[in-house]
């Protein structure tokens, strides 16, 4: 059962890769780190947290079954409702109650509103930008493949055969992102995806190959289709040998279709979805190879994105949403890779520092968790992300 203190001798070989970083070791900053209490001193459970955040959701954001996409509203919101990526936050959320024993009508809520997005096209239908009876927009393969993990997610908790047949359905879309130009990789967009040459979205994109890897193999793994597989391995080795930095194992944005100019910013969750998909592969496949490849990625993640803010470590200021899914990631990883705990351990301690330090009145979280910067927090997205955060730690933790 995994514990909040860990062994001080494994974390010392953990962190000596690091080259003896100057700052606290993830147990020193439990050391009076607030604990996640409320004023009157009671502690609240990680699952509580999740809950207590999704319920902060439902009453500044949501409009029925979808939800508005800040609060308050911002210099430029003209839609109605949230655009489909901070809505799949959504759906994490629904799921990750799910597991920790709510009602499934929170998940059946979430998952009802997804079908505002949905474009029931002739061919290759999908989810779309945003609520398709108000307008038609654009049908984005990451968008796509998120909604496809949650599905995956909602069928392996409720066994419902709608999910993982929606979710077939959905991989067939994604797919068809997939090209010989530039060797394979995904586009970012349905719109650049037939003979595009310029602009800055035309492009192959480490997110969209990442995801669509990870979905791919999650459907191999409830379906023996070998048809997944193939593609998993197909676009993983894409990514690795495209847009890995072989310098940090880490992945740059994208390459464009034309000038073959590689987007050099590096963003935490490409790396957690490359981490992901190899655990599934290694998974499938047993070869030890996937494992060391998403090792070197998860070491150089946490090197390169944690910081000393506060006198304590800290995963980016920014993009919470982003740094879940590095936390997911390392989760994953730690089933096989006992090092990851580590990374994890940090994460939870930067839950228990928010929670205390850097929410507003309003019980919103600041983009950084840290407390220093309110930045976006008016964000859906940003907020999703801490029910998902917190409910992940709960269930890693084994909280009753």
């Known amino acids: 059962m995994k514990t909040k203190m860990m062994n001080v001798i ?3 070989l953990a962190l000596a890769c690091f080259g003896c970083n100057d700052y606290p070791s993830p147990g020193e900053q ?20 999740a809950k207590l955040t999704y319920d902060m959701i439902q009453t500044h ?16 919101d003209t839609n109605q409702y949230s655009y489909l990526w901070p809505y ?19 998940l059946n809520k979430e998952f009802g509103g997804l079908e505002a997005y949905y474009d029931n096209r002739p061919n290759l239908p999908t989810y779309q930008a945003y609520v398709a009876a108000i307008q038609s927009t654009d049908h984005y393969y990451d968008d796509s493949a998120i909604v496809a993990m949650e599905l995956i997610d909602a069928y392996k908790n409720t066994n419902k055969p ?8 959905v991989a067939e879309f994604i797919m068809s992102g997939e090209d010989d130009v530039l060797g394979g990789g995904l586009y970012w967009f349905e719109g650049q995806s037939a003979g595009c040459n310029s602009g800055p979205n035309c492009i192959k994109a480490a997110n969209t190959t990442a995801y669509a890897s990870f979905v791919t193999a ?29 310098g940090d194992n880490l992945y740059y944005n994208s390459k464009h279709i034309t000038t ?32 060391t490849q998403a090792t070197a990625t998860a070491q150089s993640a946490f090197s390169e994105w944690t910081s000393v803010r506060n006198d304590r470590l800290f995963y980016p200021a920014n993009d919470s949403w982003f740094n879940t899914e590095l936390m997911t990631s390392y989760i994953r990883l ?46 859906l997205l940003h907020q999703a992300a801490l029910v998902e955060a917190y409910g992940r730690a709960s269930l890693y933790l084994n909280e009753e």
């Open 88 to 106: 799949v936050g959504m759906l994490t959320a629904g799921n990750v109650l799910y597991e920790l024993g709510y009602d499934e009508a929170i």
């Open 10 to 12: 494994v974390l010392a």
């Open 334 to 379: 730690s089933a096989h890779v006992p090092q990851a705990d580590q990374y994890v351990q940090v994460f939870v301690n930067n839950l228990d520092y928010a929670w205390d330090n850097a929410r507003n009145t309003q019980g919103q979280f600041y983009e950084d968790w840290s407390g220093n910067n309110p930045g976006r927090y008016y964000w």
């Open 162 to 169: 709608f999910y993982l047949e929606r979710a077939i359905s």
């Open 218 to 246: 999650e459907l191999y793994k409830l379906t023996n289709n070998p048809v997944y597989l193939s593609f998993a391995k197909r676009t993983y080795l894409w990514n690795y040998n495209t847009l890995r930095d072989p």
């Open 61 to 76: 954001y949501a409009i029925g079954d979808l939800y508005r996409e800040n609060f308050p509203a911002q210099g430029g």
């Open 260 to 291: 073959q100019q590689i987007d050099a910013t590096k963003w935490t969750y490409n790396a957690a979805m490359m981490i992901m998909a190899a655990v599934d592969l290694f998974e499938i496949t047993g070869d030890q190879l996937y494992i």
């Open 30 to 49: 439990m050391i009076n780190n607030g604990g996640g209490t409320d004023t009157t001193g009671t502690t609240i459970s990680y699952k509580e947290r």
